[in-house]
């Protein structure tokens, strides 16, 4: 089953949208003028564009747009947080990408302004257009639900990915109203109930509502493992095929896979080891060994030339091409869902077992199709069987949003030192790597009243 981004529109729709992307354009610019922010409602559509089942067919397919920059569509936090982490290192001349994969992340940093407020966005239009769908296309379930999908998965990767204290803002009446500084744990809450509104509007037989409800429930899960709700995200992905996928897909049209862009085409990213520097001599201890452990399911070419730096050798893989889709969830987010629950109630034979069956018939990831891998064997303690849950996820989900959240969850769930869980030692751009463990909320959100910062930078 396949996401669709793109429905049937009339001209009036496809005008509500060219103007959500006129909005979103003019609130993305860094350098905004003055007269600019005299605008009534920037990055609002006027609500006579919306009244309509058209006009909220439109508002649904832009929020759906806004949905993809949030994964693969652009720069987002599946890169920038594979960067915080240890999926990719910078090959780049921002000084925002080096300061990231140093573990130094500014509270001005551009990069992560832009990310930030595209998550912001995402919750933002699905709200509109929920409102809109249920006032003049309430029959429309799927599609309602679809919508709460995509404001519960900016909710999610917001408390995954950022600090405590998170501003959760609103459209009251078309009025935008700033927002409490809410914790990690709020916001996986949040974006758990959202979740379940998705589910109960897409409670249909059809296809389209199969693959929305799915969607959901493995969402929803994930966001119980945020809550540490163990055998309820177990039950909640159970009975969901290993074969599942809800895709985000691009086209030359409308936008091309991200991740293949900055890490492949524009070599701004390398693939992350836990030996860096061009001679591979400088251990960072923690890092997986994405690059050193050969693994069938993360192919990765070696380089003798240089990344977009023009100093940092290009490590890249295969993994994704330019116009590759990517699975926003899928059936092996569900085993591994399942594979954790199992840990975390006693029983490793199950653990080993959902694990062996994935290496015994690995699922296509993007463009790459493994062979059978080796079984695992028990490694024989708690604490080197949830080591090896976490490492063979990472291979799984390369780069698809999760890595970052699940090393703080190994902090904050687990009771490992950040010491033992993210890079440490010496940086090979020069330097040590920081203490950072989330991306902070930026300057710009000051202007919100009620917002003085972060509550605290905690796994």
């Given at each position: ?6 429905l ?46 058209e ?81 003049f ?19 999610m ?13 609103n ?41 929305i ?7 929803k ?6 809550l ?34 900055q890490g ?11 030996l860096?520097g ?7 201890k ?16 070696l ?11 290009i ?50 990831l ?13 490694p ?7 080591s ?5 996820k990472?291979?799984w989900t ?14 904050r ?36 009243p ?10």
């Amino acid at each position: 089953m396949k996401s669709s981004l793109k429905l049937p529109m009339s001209a009036a729709a496809r005008t509500a949208v060219g103007i959500t992307a006129f909005g979103l354009a003019l609130s993305a610019c860094s350098s905004i003028t003055d007269n600019l922010l005299t605008a009534e409602t920037p990055g609002i559509i006027p609500p006579a564009l919306t009244q309509s089942a058209e006009g909220a067919l439109g508002l649904a397919n832009g929020t759906l747009d806004t949905f993809r920059s949030i994964t693969a569509g652009n720069e987002s936090t599946w890169l920038f947080g594979g960067l915080l982490g240890d999926e990719w290192s910078t090959s780049s001349t921002f000084p925002q990408n080096d300061e990231t994969d140093q573990r130094h992340v500014q509270e001005n940093n551009a990069q992560v302004t832009g990310m930030l407020y595209r998550l912001y966005r995402t919750r933002i239009r699905a709200a509109e257009a929920i409102t809109a769908l249920n006032k003049f296309a309430p029959t429309n379930r799927s599609l309602i639900g679809e919508m709460y999908f995509a404001k519960a998965f900016a909710e999610m990767q917001l408390a995954q990915d950022f600090c405590n204290g998170i501003p959760i803002s609103n459209l009251v009446d078309g009025v935008p109203q700033a927002g409490e500084p809410e914790t990690d744990a709020k916001v996986f809450t949040r974006a758990l109930a959202s979740y379940v509104s998705a589910i109960a509007f897409a409670n249909g037989v059809d296809a389209r509502s199969v693959l929305i409800g799915r969607a959901a429930r493995i969402g929803k899960a994930r966001a119980q493992l945020g809550l540490k709700q163990f055998a309820e995200a177990a039950s909640t992905v159970a009975g969901i095929p290993t074969s599942f996928s809800y895709t985000h897909t691009f086209s030359l049209t409308t936008g091309t896979n991200t991740i293949w862009g900055q890490g492949f085409s524009a070599a701004r990213y390398v693939i992350g080891d836990s030996l860096e520097g061009n001679a591979r001599n400088i251990y960072v201890k923690n890092a997986l060994p994405f690059v050193s452990a050969k693994d069938p399911r993360l192919p990765v070419d070696l380089l003798t030339n240089n990344g977009q730096d023009g100093q940092t050798r290009i490590r890249r893989t295969t993994l994704y091409g330019q116009l590759t889709s990517v699975e926003v969830v899928n059936g092996i987010d569900a085993r591994m869902v399942e594979a954790e629950a199992a840990l975390a109630s006693g029983d490793p034979a199950k653990f080993l077992a959902i694990h062996n069956a994935l290496r015994a018939a690995p699922p296509k990831l993007g463009e790459v199709q493994a062979a059978a891998l080796a079984p695992l064997v028990d490694p024989g303690t708690d604490a080197a069987r949830v080591s090896l849950q976490f490492r063979e996820k990472a291979f799984w989900t390369f780069s698809r949003g999760q890595r970052l959240g699940d090393m703080r969850r190994l902090v904050r769930q687990y009771g490992r030192a950040v010491t033992d869980v993210f890079p440490v030692g010496i940086h090979y751009k020069g330097g040590d790597y920081g203490a950072d463990v989330n991306f902070p909320i930026v300057t710009d959100e000051r202007n919100n009243p009620k917002f003085n910062g972060c509550i605290d930078r905690n796994a």
